[in-house]
């Protein structure tokens, strides 16, 4: 899609000048000694960019983690997606030990590692959301896969998501996805933990295409589920850090990347306020996005930092 820049933000507040009000408890997860995610290189610029909405004085910041004391913090986030499942819509195990700080970012390791999980049928209890353009009904999987019993899923991934629930406000991170190959689809969502839709994609990226896609779905007048979707088609997202953001209201959601609008929702009737759970995850070998090549794994996406505030 063409980018929108009709309202561009630029302004920039120093990194000490951000509040900490995050909630920190006790039990960490340590990064493995041996890895390495990449020779990837932060830049030196130590601004972030300032909320977008001109009304930014009724926001109030709620959370936020800079990951820089080399741990994943247990008493703030799990590996496991909100509903308690370690697999989502896609063929691999979210194990804790791919979940990880290393050099203060959030790491997200996907790894080409067999994992025992019983019977697949039984403990894939994830929700029916496909990729780009793919007619979803919310009730039936057309993946054959998904209807055969299997003990043994071939990869093994991380998801992170904190705790708590977010209410209507402005939400980014600054993100670097793994390639744009076969078989990869790194998310950073928001939705209920007790029911769907709704659901706020800040970023998916599918498979080997290249755009960067952003999402709302939900139930229209007749309680059918549809969703309303556009892509955003730039430079290879994976070679640098990008700073993904939402704008949710009452009235409007609007997407931002790197402090440019994208994307706007504003059909009022539609848009939930129900407190959603923040997600970020990296899926592996769904149905329509491929196979991954063994030369692509073991992948990353790293996370330098997510806050979020509420209105």
Known sequence: MTRNTDTPFRRTVL????????????G??????????????TSDDETIPDVPPEDDDELELVFEDWFEENTVDAGVWETEFPWGERIHNFNAYASTNNSYVYDD?????AREEERYIGDLEEADQSRDV?????????????DERDEEQSDVVPYTTGVATPYRSFSPGFIEGR????????????????????????EIDIFEFFGSDPCAYVNYH??????????????????????????????????????????EEVYRFDDEEYIST?????????????????EPSS???PAYMEIDWVRAWER
């Open 15 to 26: 990194r000490t000048g951000a509040a900490a009000v995050a909630a920190f408890g006790a």
């Open 28 to 41: 960490c997860f340590s990064a493995p000694d041996e890895t390495d995610p990449a020779d990837n290189e």
């Open 105 to 109: 970012r959030l790491v997200l390791e």
């Open 130 to 142: 496909g990729g780009p353009d793919e007619e979803t009904e919310g009730d039936d999987d057309d």
């Open 175 to 198: 993100i670097r996805v793994p390639p744009t190959v076969d078989g990869f689809w790194p998310a950073f969502w928001l939705t209920p933990d007790d029911a769907w839709p709704p």
């Open 218 to 259: 939900y139930r229209d007048s007749e309680g059918s589920i549809t969703d309303d979707q556009a892509s955003y088609c730039d430079s290879t997202f994976s070679d640098d850090f990008h700073e993904y953001a939402v704008d949710w209201r009452e009235d409007r959601i609007v997407w931002y990347i790197d402090g």
């Open 274 to 290: 129900t407190e959603m759970r923040l997600i970020l995850n990296f899926g592996v070998d769904a149905s329509f996005i491929g």
């Open 295 to 297: 030369d692509d794994l």
